[in-house]
C-alpha cells in the first residue's frame, strides 16, 4: 500500500524520492556498463581489427576476380 500526500491525490514525498533513486540507479547503470565498454581497449581493438580485415578481404577478392578476369580476356585474345 502506497502513501498518499496530504490531500490524497498522488504518491508520498518518500514514495516519490524511492522512483527518482530507481530511475538514477537504472542511469547510473547505463552509464556504467558504457563505460565500462569504453574502457575495454583490447575488445575495441579487436572489434576494429575485425573490421578492417573483413574489408581487406572484400578488396583482396574483388582485386583477384578482377586478375583473372583481364587474365582471362588476354588468353582469350591472344590465345
Do not use: Y
Not at 496530504?6 to 514525498?13: D, V, W
Not at 552509464?31 to 575485425?50: C, G, H, N, Q
Request: net charge positive; proline share 1%; aromatic share 2%.
Amino acid at each position: 500500500m502506497t502513501q498518499s500526500d496530504t490531500n490524497g491525490t498522488g504518491p508520498s514525498n518518500t514514495e516519490r524520492l524511492r522512483q527518482e533513486i530507481d530511475v538514477t540507479r537504472a542511469k547510473l547503470g547505463e552509464t556504467v556498463e558504457t563505460l565500462a565498454r569504453k574502457a575495454d581497449i583490447k575488445a575495441t581493438v579487436r572489434e576494429t581489427l575485425d573490421e578492417k580485415r573483413q574489408a581487406f578481404t572484400g578488396q583482396l577478392q574483388e582485386a583477384v576476380t578482377a586478375a583473372r578476369d583481364i587474365r582471362d580476356h588476354f588468353r582469350t585474345r591472344h590465345g
